[in-house]
């Protein structure tokens, strides 16, 4: 013999499924946005890495070039020594001991410059040294990340399937327009699409959805006891509202 299920309980079965999904489901999403956040840190150090040894390069060349000005300033001195020593007249004499002097100066400008240039360059070259060393300790956690995610795959993939396989079976017994409330409601508090109605004080009919905490109009209790065929929402936070068997016999008992 058949047994004949109630809207409220068939909403209850698709309830308990539903939260099971979510629950699979987050596991995996977790997984997949660790990788996603290490993946991007790995690219942005990658980048810079890419920028600082763009930067050195360019400082080494800058060296390079001052050394060979402050060399060209060396052997111009020179040469004009050499053209002193021959010169006889005093003032073409002054004029290249003129020459020789700015030409030191300038020496030794470069050679300042040179310096100041190759000290630059050598902390290029430690930062860049630094970023590798930040990048490639990176590359090992995007590496480990997959791992992960392959492995949560693994676990949780069949049972997935198979949850939302039941979730799909559950949904197909609920009428379409209660069905769309219900995964409004669903995505809204996050799974938490059902409200249990708790007994405060049986007395004096005090009951609350144990979703917001709301005190429940006691008419709203008692269309959920005697019909469990209707939708029957919490007139607070708008979740559905459902009651324990044992709760319920315990009143009806009253
Ligand atoms: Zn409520």
Avoid: W
């Amino acid at each position: 013999m058949e047994t004949r299920v109630s809207l409220q309980e068939k909403l209850y079965d698709l309830f308990l499924l539903d939260q099971q999904v979510r629950g699979l489901r987050t596991r995996l999403d977790a997984a997949t946005r660790r990788l996603t956040l290490q993946d991007k840190k790995l690219g942005q150090l990658r980048q810079q890495q890419a920028e600082l040894a763009d930067q050195f390069k360019h400082a080494q060349a800058e060296v390079s070039t001052l050394e060979h000005q402050s060399n060209d300033a060396e052997e111009r001195v020179t040469k004009l020594r050499e053209q002193m020593n021959s010169v006889r007249n005093n003032k073409e004499y002054s004029a290249m001991l003129v020459e020789v002097n700015t030409l030191k100066d300038e020496k030794s400008k470069l050679e300042d410059q040179a310096l100041a240039k190759m000290s630059t360059s050598d902390d290029l070259k430690q930062r860049l040294e630094d970023v590798k060393t930040q990048a490639d300790t990176q590359a090992k956690l995007v590496e480990s990340a997959k791992t992960e995610v392959i492995n949560a795959k693994n676990e949780v993939g069949v049972q997935l399937n198979d949850a939302t396989e039941k979730r799909e079976a559950a949904a197909s017994l609920i009428p379409a327009d209660i069905l769309a409330t219900f995964e409004r409601l669903a995505d809204h508090y996050d799974g938490e699409t059902m409200g249990q109605i708790e007994e405060q004080d049986r007395r004096r009919r005090e009951y609350t959805c144990n979703g917001c905490y709301m005190e429940l109009p006691i008419e709203r209790v008692n269309a959920v006891m005697v019909k469990p065929d209707t939708l029957v929402t919490c007139p607070s936070c708008n979740r559905f509202l459902y009651i324990k068997q044992e709760l319920k016999a315990e009143i009806g008992a009253k």
